[in-house]
Each structure stands twice: as structure tokens, then as C-alpha cells.
């Protein structure tokens, strides 16, 4: 789902859609996905089934990386990419996950 041009409605859309099912890896790099788009994804029961998670180059600030971290839905990924974390952040990224800075 790379570059397509999806926003946070889309992402609402695509977790209901889903329901309780999630695939183990989404990719949504070069999108439009806001904070309010990485709440959605955080907020997603069925994503405690997702284990890898690309959302680089979209418009998350580090308000949406934090939601994403902070996240018991998402606390069983091996592997977060995104773009827009603040150091703090981008440090708990770094001690969680082996590769976090995948560029695309």
C-alpha cells in the first residue's frame, strides 16, 4: 500500500476492513498518514498479530511515533520504520528494534 496517496480515513478503512484479522507486515510508506492515522493503527486490537510495521515518509510528527510505541496492541512487532521521531523516540527505537532506520 506504498505511495498511494492514503490518509488517516484510509487507514480508518483499512482496520475495519480487516476487523479482527491483521496481516503480519503492513506497508504504508509514501503516504499522508497523520498522528490521528497512527492512533487509529495503535488503537487496533487485531495488530498485536502484526510484526513488522513501514510507515516511513508520511505526515506523522513524533506525537504519532510515540502512540505507535506506547501501544499494547503493537507491543509484539520485531520492526518499526517511520519518519518524524524525535530523539527520544528514535532512541527507543533503537534499543527495541534490531532495524529500525530501513529507508525506502
Known amino acids: 500500500l ?3 496517496n492514503l490518509g488517516t480515513t484510509a487507514v480508518r478503512e483499512l482496520v475495519r476492513g480487516f476487523k479482527g484479522w491483521c496481516p503480519p507486515i503492513l506497508w504504508l ?7 490521528a ?5 495503535a488503537k487496533w486490537k487485531a495488530a498485536a498479530g ?4 513501514h510507515l516511513k515518509h508520511n505526515a506523522m510528527t513524533d506525537s504519532g511515533v510515540r502512540a505507535l510505541l506506547d501501544s499494547p ?3 509484539n512487532l ?3 520504520s517511520v519518519t518524524g521521531a ?10 527495541r528494534f534490531r532495524h ?4 525506502y
Open 50 to 53: 502484526l510484526r513488522v510495521l
Open 73 to 75: 496492541n503493537l507491543a
Open 100 to 103: 529500525h532506520d530501513i529507508d
Open 2 to 4: 506504498d505511495a498511494n
Open 86 to 95: 524525535g530523539d527520544e523516540s528514535e532512541a527507543r527505537m533503537k534499543a
Open 29 to 35: 510508506t509514501h503516504n499522508r498518514i497523520s498522528d
Open 78 to 80: 520485531d520492526g518499526l
Open 37 to 41: 492515522g497512527a492512533a487509529a493503527l
